[in-house]
């Protein structure tokens, strides 16, 4: 995809693949402009997916974009897009006990927010793990807003690079095979 981002419309309905400095790889969809869903492929959570997330997403200044979110778990999450230069700042403030049980939060966690949120008051929250990592930005897709076949399915090996060499989605953004 090449295409020059200006506005918050622009941003609205991208999808991105991107891997932190600290080797974590995330995939990351702008569904609206309250709204996020992600995948997460490596790192201390990979295997676990994410829909309808309610987000604040604003655009800072021509190109520039802070989107914020607080989850079900506890963890609370920054990210700064600069897509034009293919990069982007996240800030992960996890609870401890997150860190201390991630396999509890592996998993699609809108069938099991009651889980998450009985953990997050049976277990520790402080001292709390932040993770502030610059991220590569590998792949942008325009899937449209409230697109549902961005984020569908549960991460499978190989996932990403099927997104990325154009086997996973057809020419209207649509999941091929499904
Ligand atoms: C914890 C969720 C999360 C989603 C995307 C991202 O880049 C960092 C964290």
Redesign the pocket.
Known sequence: MTKTFKTLDDFLGTHFIYTYDNGWE?E?YAKNDHTVD?RIHGGMVAGRWVTDQEAHIAMLTEGIYKVAWT?PTG?D?A?DFVPNELKLN?T?FFPKWVQDHPEITVTYQNEHIDLMEESREKYETYPKLVVPEFAHITYMGNAGQNNEDVISEAPYDGIVDDIREGRYFDADYKRINK
């Open positions: 995330y990351w992600y989850e963890t999450v990210l996240g992960i």
